[in-house]
């Protein structure tokens, strides 16, 4: 019986998410919209009440809806925290984790820099100029810093107004500001790591100015092969003589 109940509360749960994508998609609902009453879904989708109101708990901890007393079930706009949280959990503990997060981090911020280079505003240039000074005064802090060179990268995908992206990149942002701060830690390694830091980002940002989507695309490759072989060389032991020295 146990067995039973739970797969009518799977069955229920894939009905009514079912019947919330279909009609989001559609445009028939839209985030604010209020869903009929649980006893009309309830009949719509042939299902028990008990089972509706599961699954829209369920729903409700994603963030898909929200209950809300005197008027009802309403449609939300999902937290993309959410699925941050879910990235994380999932992908970290997988023993390539990083380099799997890289390739699809490269995949997304190099479409977005092409965007970004027809795309940006003036805001956007603003926020990239102060995110670049920030990579500067943060130079010798892991933390800061990482978050400095994370908030750089973040403002590339916001520049380039692609939902879509953004909302790609900010599920992963907390595997990448991790990235970014481990890539911090490796300056202790490698003082030359200052120098291309806050170089190379400022190309970055000359090609955006410049509306450059090759020159920007390309410099952006650059920067993240430059990025790993850094990475190549704190594993083989390969440090700055300057470092090793001192």
Do not use: W
């Amino acid at each position: 019986m146990e067995l039973k109940r739970a797969t009518e509360g799977e069955k229920g749960f894939e009905k009514v998410f079912a019947f919330l994508r279909e009609r989001l998609l559609a445009g028939s609902l839209r985030p604010g919209d209020r869903l009929i009453s649980e006893r009309e879904l309830a009949t719509l989708l042939g299902v028990s009440r008990p089972i509706v109101r599961e699954a829209l708990r369920a729903l409700t901890v994603l963030g898909i809806v929200e209950i809300r007393d005197r008027i009802g079930t309403v449609v939300t706009r999902p937290d993309v925290s959410v699925l941050n949280d879910f990235f994380t959990f999932a992908l970290a503990q997988q023993a390539d984790m990083l380099d799997d997060v890289m390739q699809a981090r490269v995949a997304i911020e190099c479409q977005a820099i092409r965007l970004a280079c027809e795309r940006a505003n003036i805001a956007d240039f603003e926020r990239l100029q102060r995110a670049l000074a920030k990579i500067g005064e943060t130079i010798d802090e892991a933390d800061a810093g990482g978050m400095a060179d994370f908030d750089f990268h973040r403002a590339i995908v916001v520049a380039s107004h692609s939902e879509t992206l953004s909302v790609l990149h900010a599920s992963m942002a907390g595997l990448l500001t991790h990235s970014h701060r481990s890539r911090r830690e490796l300056v202790q390694a490698f003082p030359s790591m200052k120098t291309y830091l806050v170089d190379d980002h400022r190309r970055i940002f000359e090609a955006l100015i410049a509306r450059d989507p090759e020159r920007a695309d390309a410099t952006l490759r650059k920067h993240f092969a430059i990025g790993d072989e850094y990475r190549r060389r704190a594993i083989v032991g390969d440090v700055d003589k300057t470092s090793a020295s001192g």
